[in-house]
């Protein structure tokens, strides 16, 4: 196996979440722009592979491995952290776990499941969230923690009908 740019920036990722674990607690505005930099390589590594052609199924695999080991860090952390409750951190992660696998077992039979509207509008709700409540302060009078619960609230719910939405896909196609 080699290694393109893309797979690179999607390794990435994975290294900057024990830096993120690590300095969010005491360290919030740089855990935050850590947790940023990391969601940021999700975009970037996608739009690369799909704008050289360097689309490969090993990073089909590692991507969304990779996405749901920094989101399942920040929502574990947050729970740590006292600012989410833990039941919603579970749906979230068991939601992530289904589709990953639904996924995997879909590309194993040569077919892929592509990201559906309602999994990006989670994805943005749920960075966004993440963000929102690592930072948790009032800045130009907006109390960050109460736009990251609502925030938060939108991505389970988003969450749960993606979700849905993923696994009638599946058993459609498969």
Known sequence: MRLNLPTIITLSRIVLIPFFVLIAPDRPFLGALIFGVASVTDFLDGYLARKTGQITKFGIILDPIADKFLVI????????????????????????????????????????IPAEMGGKLKTFSQITAILCLIISMNIFGVDLYDVGIVLIWIALILSIISGVQYTVSFWKKV
Not at 86 to 93: S, Y
């Open 73 to 112: 860090s920040a929502l574990i952390l947050l729970v740590d952290m006292a600012r989410l409750s833990a039941w919603i951190a579970i749906v979230i992660i068991v939601r992530e776990f289904l589709v990953t696998g639904l996924r995997a077992v879909a590309l194993s039979k040569d077919i892929v």
